[in-house]
Nanobody, 123 residues
């Protein structure tokens, strides 16, 4: 599976962005997908994940109620809708795919990674 994330940018606090991740590879529809982020000087951390069907999702506590992950298997794509953005959401956001169908919040559970897209939230 090859992944390409896009949709990042500069937004004011309280604003919204929608990240997209385009996937190639015939195993996409059977793969759980996740979004992670890494701020300068910090480790890469879990943001959200969705299982193979889209029916099961998980979120980091810091983004619950503000971010929504979804997927479209017909388009080989996964999305992260980010609302009510805060300056602390500033980071490089990565999409990732597992070789398994169910979600996980740990980086080492994911087998494929995209190149990342920068999200900057100004105060």
């Amino acid at each position: 599976v090859q992944l390409q994330a896009f949709g990042g940018g500069l937004v004011q606090a309280g604003g919204s962005l929608r990240l997209s991740c385009a996937a190639s590879g015939r195993t996409f529809s059977s793969s759980a997908m996740g979004w992670f982020r890494q701020a300068p000087g910090k480790e890469r951390g879990f943001v959200a994940a969705v299982n193979w069907s889209g029916r099961s999702t998980g979120y980091a506590d810091s983004v619950k109620g503000r971010f929504t992950i979804s997927r479209d298997n017909a388009k080989n794509a996964v999305y992260l809708q980010m609302n009510s953005l805060l300056p602390e959401d500033t980071a490089v956001y990565y999409c990732a795919a597992r070789a398994r169908a169910e979600i996980s919040s740990t980086t080492f559970s994911y087998d494929y990674w995209g190149q990342g897209t920068q999200v900057t939230v100004s105060s």
